[in-house]
Antibody, heavy 121, light 108 residues
Framework: QVQLVESGGGVVQPGTSLRLSCEAS????????IHWVRQAPGRGLEWVAL????????HLGDSVKGRITISRDNSKNTMYLQLSSLRDDDTGVYYC??????????????WGQGTTVTVSS | IVLTQSPGTLSLSPGERATLSCRAS???????LVWYQHKPGQAPRLLMY???TRATGIPDRFSGSGSGTDFTLTISRVEPEDFALYYC??????????FGQGTKLEIK
């Protein structure tokens, strides 16, 4: 069964950091780029970041540049997102998603159920 | 590239035809245009890729078309389970690969 499972969400204070994990199963993890997408309460989907299949290339959304670190461990079928200097507007549901492409980015065909991050003092 | 979706909200009755638009600020290669469906409390779901190819398991009442800057998602006869938010996204330009702002398909 092709699956992505996010973890690491919770309630965190402004200015702190958190690390989210995305564990994959059921497909060749090392062959596919992985995205992070988030949705703030009452807002639409926001693309956050992408890491290429081998971790060489990383692309970041404008709202998180300078505050985000993404990495992956293909031996563990897991991708990580670390977000620092958290702000109120980082609150939302964070999804990881598999790109259906391998060399090129073609859209996200498998999504996790999401992990909720609440930034609040 | 900015994607603008219209209408913001589409109110229809089951059985009616739904036409959702996604307009790009610059030309997009159709290979890189996708549509998603998102229901509250669920993960988004890939509907269409390559602008016009249905993803696995997507019923044939969904169809996609378009090229250049204008793309359309059509639901031939809306079913009760189709009421949701719909987003387009493109990967043809350099990142960030932003989503359109979404179209809400609601029951009339």
């Amino acid at each position: 069964q092709v699956q992505l499972v996010e973890s690491g969400g919770g309630v965190v204070q402004p200015g702190t950091s958190l690390r989210l994990s995305c564990e994959a199963s059921g497909f060749t993890f090392s062959s596919h780029p992985i995205h992070w997408v988030r949705q703030a309460p009452g807002r639409g989907l926001e693309w956050v970041a992408l890491i290429s299949s081998d971790g060489t290339y990383k692309h970041l959304g404008d709202s998180v540049k300078g505050r985000i670190t993404i990495s992956r461990d293909n031996s563990k079928n897991t991708m990580y997102l670390q977000l620092s200097s958290l702000r109120d507007d980082d609150t939302g549901v964070y999804y990881c998603a598999k790109d259906r492409g391998t060399r090129y980015y073609l859209g996200m065909d498998v999504w996790g159920q999401g992990t909720t991050v609440t930034v609040s003092s | 590239i900015v994607l603008t979706q219209s209408p913001g909200t589409l109110s229809l009755s089951p059985g009616e035809r739904a036409t959702l638009s996604c307009r790009a600020s610059l030309s997009v290669t159709s290979t890189y245009l996708v549509w998603y469906q998102h229901k509250p409390g669920q993960a988004p779901r890939l509907l269409m890729y390559g602008a016009s190819t249905r993803a696995t398991g997507i019923p044939d009442r969904f169809s996609g078309s378009g090229s250049g800057t204008d793309f359309t998602l059509t639901i031939s006869r809306v079913e009760p389970e189709d009421f949701a938010l719909y987003y387009c996204q493109q990967f043809g330009s350099s990142p960030p690969w932003t989503f359109g702002q979404g179209t809400k398909l609601e029951i009339k």
